[in-house]
């Protein structure tokens, strides 16, 4: 069994614990690495063309515009299919209650029949948000796996969390 962990991750200043912190590397890149660890394959990052703003009221201000538009902003690279993969982890912090539009651009383009699909989200509060009932729609012809919430004011602490979770997955 193949996996694919797909994320889109945000370093810099990112909201942690009630306030605005510099992150050196973004939260949800760090549950897809631990998940990569636990049951292997390969990592996908979603990066924008047009990145956000560094500034990270900018940033939710920007992605906020965004959903309420179902913008889906290009990307530097996409993935050209899944085909070897059986199991695809969908990872991405939570951005007014689902993944950022970003994520959601990459998914469209894909063939989902026959895969199955794990959520994971990073958080500060909103858990898994409505990701998984957006997945649904859009990765048709999937199966659906329980999604994980991870704090993302933990994320550096949850290995273990997410290596069992993962596990259990594929």
Not at 12 to 26: D, Q, T
Not at 126 to 154: M, N, P, Q, T, Y
Request: aromatic content about 10%.
């Amino acid at each position: 069994m193949a996996n694919l962990i797909i994320y889109y991750s945000r370093k810099g200043e990112n909201y942690v614990n009630g306030r605005v912190e510099n992150l050196a590397k973004g939260n949800t890149e760090i549950v897809a690495e631990f998940i990569q660890k636990a049951v292997g394959g390969d990592l996908f990052e979603i990066e924008t063309v047009k990145e956000y703003s560094a500034d990270y009221y900018e940033c939710i201000d920007d992605a906020k515009a965004e959903l309420r538009a179902g913008a889906r902003p290009e990307l530097k690279k996409y993935l050209d299919g899944i085909d070897g993969y059986d199991t695809i982890f969908v990872c991405g912090p939570c951005w007014w209650g689902t993944f950022p539009m970003a994520v959601f651009t990459q998914l469209e383009k894909l063939d989902w029949n026959g895969k199955k699909v794990m959520a994971v989200m990073t958080h500060e509060g909103s858990g898994l948000g409505s990701c998984e009932r957006d997945l649904r729609k859009i990765c048709a012809g999937a199966s659906f796996g329980k999604g994980l919430a991870v704090h993302g004011a933990d994320a550096a602490k949850s290995e273990k969390t997410v290596a069992s979770w993962a596990k259990k997955s594929v």
